[in-house]
C-alpha cells in the first residue's frame, strides 16, 4: 500500500469515529428568553429563508425588507414584509423599532452606512454578514479575530471583484460599528454550503461522487478545509442575537479539523455509486492550469499565502454555542437540492471541473507518473 493509500485509508476510517464525536457534542440551544422583534434585511436569498424560519420556530417576531423579487414564495405566513432598496428607497423603515437587525446581502459599505445610520436610534443591535475575506491575509494556522483586515487602495471604489470584496466587507463592517459602537455584531463566514446554494462551490463534490467512477481529488489528503452549513450558520446568528452577543466571530466549521479527504470520503459515504479518488499533487494541478477554489472546490493548497486559509480559529464562536450538522447531513441536503432544480440547470455547473476536462488531467497525471 502506497503512503497516499495508506492515509486515505486512514481518512476513510475515521469518518464513522467523527461523525460519533460530532454527534455526541451536539448541544440543544437554550430556550430564548422571550421573544424578539428581528429585522432582516434580505431574508430571501441563500441564509435569509433559513434564518427567518428558525427565529420564527424560537417565537420572534421577523420582518423581512428586501425588493420583493428574489424567492418572494419563500416567507413564511405571519412574518412581516417591507419592501424598498438599499440604493436609497429606505422609507418602509423610518419610524419602527427592532431589538435586532442582520444584514445579510450587503457588500459595498455605502449600503450598511445608509442604513445603520438610519437605525441606529431605533433598534439594539446590528448584525452585519460579512465573510473571512475581509482580512488582509490568510498565512497564519488558526488566526482569530483580533486578525488585521484588508484595506482597499482607492475607498471609494464600488465595482466587486475578486480583488476588491473582501476591503469592501472590511470597510462595511467599519461602517456597522461606527453606527452602531458597542452594539455590532460583526459575522465572517468561511464558504457556506448546503441547500439553497446555487454557486456549486461545494455541492460540486456530492454530485461528481454521487456519479461514481474515478475521482480527481486535488492536493494531499491532509489539506485542511472549512465550511459551514447555511442552516447552521443562519441559526447561529439568530441565537446571537439572542444572547446580545457583540464584536466580531468567524463563522467556519466543522468543530474539529477537517481534512480534504475526511471530506471527500464523508461524502462519499452518503452515495453508493463507489467513487474512487485518485490524489493529484497541487503543483501538477497547478501546471494544468486546474484552480483551486474554482475548479477544485473548497480546496486551497496549504502553503505560502494561504497556509492558514482551511484553518481559521473559531473558539469565540464554540463558546458562544455554535453548533453543526453532521457532514453527512449536509452532503446529503445537497443531493437533495439539487434534485429539486432542472435538468438544464443541473448541466450547467458553476463551479468544478467539466468531465471531460476531468479525465484529461487524470490522463496526463498518469502519463506523468510512468515516466
Do not use: C
Not at 412574518?79 to 432598496?85: A, P, Q, S
Not at 481529488?217 to 489539506?223: E, I
Not at 474554482?294 to 469565540?316: C, H, L, Q, T
Amino acid at each position: 500500500m502506497t503512503d497516499i493509500s495508506r492515509r486515505t485509508f486512514v481518512a476513510a476510517a475515521s469518518v464513522a469515529t467523527a461523525g460519533a464525536i460530532l454527534a455526541s457534542e451536539v448541544v440543544k440551544p437554550a430556550k430564548p428568553a422571550g421573544p424578539l422583534r428581528i429585522l432582516i434585511l434580505g431574508g430571501t436569498g441563500f441564509i435569509g429563508p433559513h434564518q427567518v424560519r428558525y427565529a420564527v420556530s424560537r417565537g420572534h417576531k421577523v420582518t423581512v425588507f428586501n425588493r420583493g423579487k428574489t424567492n418572494p414564495t419563500s416567507v413564511p405566513a405571519g412574518v412581516e414584509r417591507l419592501e424598498g432598496d438599499r440604493n436609497g428607497k429606505l422609507d418602509a423603515l423610518k419610524g419602527r423599532e427592532w431589538d435586532a437587525v442582520i444584514d445579510n446581502p450587503s457588500t459595498l459599505p455605502r449600503w450598511v452606512r445608509d442604513a445603520a445610520t438610519l437605525l441606529k436610534d431605533s433598534a439594539g443591535q446590528y448584525m452585519f454578514i460579512s465573510s473571512i475575506s475581509a482580512y488582509a491575509e490568510n498565512s497564519k494556522a488558526n488566526a482569530d479575530e483580533s486578525d488585521v483586515t484588508a484595506v482597499l487602495a482607492d475607498p471609494t471604489v464600488e465595482t466587486i471583484t475578486g480583488e476588491t470584496y473582501g476591503g469592501l466587507k472590511a470597510l462595511a463592517e467599519k461602517e456597522a460599528e461606527k453606527a452602531f459602537p458597542g452594539r455590532a455584531t460583526i459575522v465572517r463566514p468561511g464558504l457556506i454550503v448546503g441547500p439553497g446554494d446555487n454557486s456549486d462551490r461545494f455541492t460540486y463534490w456530492p454530485v461528481r461522487i454521487a456519479q461514481g467512477g474515478e475521482v480527481l481529488a486535488p492536493g494531499a489528503p491532509s489539506d485542511p478545509v472549512q465550511f459551514i452549513d447555511a442552516r447552521d450558520l443562519a441559526e447561529w446568528t439568530i441565537r446571537l442575537v439572542e444572547q446580545k452577543a457583540f464584536g466580531a466571530f468567524n463563522g467556519v466549521g466543522p468543530a474539529h479539523p477537517l481534512t480534504m479527504a475526511e471530506m471527500l470520503y464523508g461524502i462519499k459515504a452518503v452515495t453508493t455509486t463507489g467513487a474512487q479518488f485518485t490524489w493529484v499533487p497541487a503543483s501538477f494541478l497547478e501546471a494544468q492550469q486546474v484552480a483551486a477554489w474554482s475548479d477544485m472546490p473548497v480546496w486551497i493548497p496549504p502553503a505560502g499565502e494561504y497556509a492558514g486559509f482551511g484553518s481559521r480559529s473559531i473558539a469565540k464562536a464554540l463558546a458562544t454555542g455554535i453548533t453543526f450538522r453532521t457532514l453527512a447531513d449536509t452532503a446529503q441536503a445537497t443531493l437533495d437540492f439539487v434534485a429539486s432544480r432542472d435538468a438544464e440547470r443541473n448541466g450547467k455547473m458553476r463551479a468544478g471541473l467539466e468531465a471531460d476536462r476531468e479525465a484529461a488531467v487524470l490522463a496526463a497525471w498518469k502519463k506523468e507518473k510512468k515516466s
